[in-house]
T-cell receptor, first 112, second 117 residues
Framework: SQQGEEDPQALSIQEGENATMNCSYK?????LQWYRQNSGRGLVHLIL?????REKHSGRLRVTLDTSKKSSSLLITASRAADTASYFC????????????FGKGTTLSVSS | EAQVTQNPRYLITVTGKKLTVTCSQN?????MSWYRQDPGLGLRQIYY???????DKGDVPEGYKVSRKEKRNFPLILESPSPNQTSLYFC????????????????FGNGTRLTVT
C-alpha cells in the first residue's frame, strides 16, 4: 500500500545549488520522516517531523509539512557531490499504527 | 557502535532451497522490520515485530516467515525461495514509544542482495 509519493523522480543539479524534493501522502499521519540511501546501501534517517510541526531544520536540511495539503518538502541547501543519493519520505499513519510506509524515492545527482 | 547487522550481504541460491537471512541489533530496540526493495516499487514491508514473540504481516508477507525469540534477533526465513523473491532485503529496528505510536526513526542494516535462480 503506497502512501508517500516523491516528486520529482529524478533531479540533477550542480554543486552549490539547492535541491527541493516533495512528498505527497494520502491519509492523515502521526509523523513523516525523510531518509537517504546511497547506492545499494541501507537507508539513513535524516529528519523526522511530527504532525503538529510545520518546519524543521537540521544542518543544510530543511523540512516543511503541510497537513492540510498532505504534503512535505525536503530542501538541501548548497548541495555537494556527496549528497548524490536517493531520498525517501516515509509516513506513519493513524491506521497503520506501527508500520512505516515508504515512497518510491527521488534520485538526486549533484555534479561538480 | 550501535548498529543493525545483516548476514549475508550477498546470496545466490536455487529455487526451493530453504534459506535464512539473519538480522541482529545491539540497541535494545523493541521494533524490528523486514523490507524488500525492488526497482520501480520502492521499499515494501514484509513482516514486523513489536517485541519478543510478537510478529505481524506487512504488505508482502507471502513466501516469508520470521521469528522473534530474542529481542536482538529477527531472522527472515524463505522456506522455498522462488525467482520472484530475487530482491534487495533490509532489516531495520527502532524504539517503540508509547502504546502503538511510532515516533522514533528506523535504523537500517546494509542490506542482503538475494538472487534466486
Amino acid at each position: 500500500s503506497q502512501q508517500g509519493e516523491e516528486d520529482p523522480q529524478a533531479l540533477s543539479i550542480q554543486e552549490g545549488e539547492n535541491a527541493t524534493m516533495n512528498c505527497s501522502y494520502k491519509t492523515s499521519i502521526n509523523n513523516l520522516q525523510w531518509y537517504r540511501q546511497n547506492s545499494g546501501r541501507g537507508l539513513v534517517h535524516l529528519i523526522l517531523i511530527r504532525s503538529n510541526e510545520r518546519e524543521k531544520h537540521s544542518g543544510r536540511l530543511r523540512v516543511t509539512l503541510d497537513t492540510s495539503k498532505k504534503s512535505s518538502s525536503l530542501l538541501i541547501t548548497a548541495s555537494r557531490a556527496a549528497d548524490t543519493a536517493s531520498y525517501f519520505c516515509a509516513t506513519v499513519t493513524h491506521q497503520a499504527g506501527t508500520a512505516l510506509i515508504f515512497g518510491k524515492g527521488t534520485t538526486l545527482s549533484v555534479s561538480s | 557502535e550501535a548498529q543493525v547487522t545483516q548476514n549475508p550481504r550477498y546470496l545466490i541460491t536455487v529455487t526451493g532451497k530453504k534459506l535464512t537471512v539473519t538480522c541482529s541489533q545491539n540497541m535494545n530496540h523493541e521494533y524490528m522490520s523486514w523490507y524488500r526493495q525492488d526497482p520501480g516499487l520502492g521499499l515494501r514491508q514484509i513482516y514486523y515485530s513489536m517485541n519478543v514473540e510478537v510478529t505481524d504481516k506487512g504488505d508482502v508477507p507471502e513466501g516469508y516467515k520470521v521469528s522473534r525469540k530474542e529481542k536482538r534477533n529477527f531472522p527472515l526465513i524463505l522456506e522455498s525461495p522462488s525467482p520472484n523473491q530475487t530482491s534487495l532485503y533490509f532489516c531495520a529496528s527502532s524504539l517503540l514509544e508509547g502504546f502503538g505510536s511510532y515516533n522514533s526513526p528506523l535504523h537500517f542494516g546494509n542490506g542482503t542482495r538475494l538472487t534466486v535462480t
